[in-house]
């Protein structure tokens, strides 16, 4: 690895090896389009109240003469508490988590006007959807957005659509039906072949952290799976 130059979220320019003095804006998260050509980035602010400052980012890369390289950011959007990014491999979308705000936000990628374009977002415990909460890590194929919520100790899949929307398909819980090593997940990677998902974690108390891994089938329906409990006195069903 050779360091070429570090971007400075404020102005939007290369500003080689020295470090922003206005830290107003913290990098949350970042992605990168497999062609290169453009970047997405989520930043935070230090006060929860300055909620203008939290925003979602697109730049583009420019090359110049004699190969020199520069990013020029195109479009912003304001996002309460972003965190981790991921580009659709087609580099049509953009997906952001928001770890207070249990939530997953789309957007459409105009690689031809530069802009962003806000789609849809989905949030834990609305119109079915299940453990995203505290979510802290998303990866994206050409059909399935992978999330993990790690305060709900969960792996979540949803089904994407061509437009870049999002539907819920499945959740695995730890310690549920078998499925361990997602307690407080933190990070996700995708095989290429898209045959398997390894899932980082940091564990909680005497519960060691670790990776799990998991097979995958984009093409089939999910696996249901059925919870044994005993001595159940009431149920009910929000």
């Known amino acids: 690895l050779t360091h070429a130059a570090t971007l400075d979220p404020v102005f939007g320019v290369f ?16 992605d990168v389009a497999l062609d290169g050509e453009f970047l997405v980035t989520s930043h935070v602010t230090p006060e929860p109240a300055e909620i203008e400052g939290e925003k979602v980012v697109l730049w583009q890369r420019i090359v110049g003469g004699g190969g ?14 972003p ?37 849809q977002t989905v949030q834990n415990n609305v119109d079915g959807v299940r ?14 957005v992978y999330a993990i919520g790690a305060d709900d100790d969960s792996a ?5 659509g061509d437009d870049g929307t999002i539907a819920f398909e499945q959740r ?7 499925v361990e090593g997602l307690q407080n997940g933190n990070s996700l990677a995708l095989t290429p072949d898209r045959q398997f998902l390894y ?4 564990g909680e108390g005497a519960s060691a952290g ?9 093409d089939a329906a999910p696996v249901k799976t059925i919870v044994e409990h005993h001595d159940v006195i009431s149920l009910d069903v929000a």
């Open 15 to 30: 500003i080689g090896t020295s470090i922003p003095a206005d830290l107003a804006h913290i990098v949350a998260g970042i």
């Open 68 to 81: 020199t390289i520069t990013y020029n950011m195109l479009d912003s959007h304001v996002l309460v508490d």
């Open 83 to 119: 965190g981790a990014v991921a580009i659709s491999p087609d580099g049509d979308h953009a997906f952001v988590a928001s770890p207070s705000g249990t939530s997953i936000t789309a957007y459409a990628i105009d690689r031809v006007a530069g802009t962003l374009t806000e789609l």
């Open 131 to 144: 453990g995203l909460d505290g979510v802290s890590a998303l990866e994206v194929s050409e059909n399935l």
């Open 156 to 160: 979540v899949v949803f089904r994407r």
């Open 172 to 178: 695995l819980l730890d310690q549920a039906a078998g």
């Open 199 to 202: 899932i980082g974690s940091t």
């Open 210 to 218: 670790g990776i799990a891994w998991f097979r995958v089938d984009e």
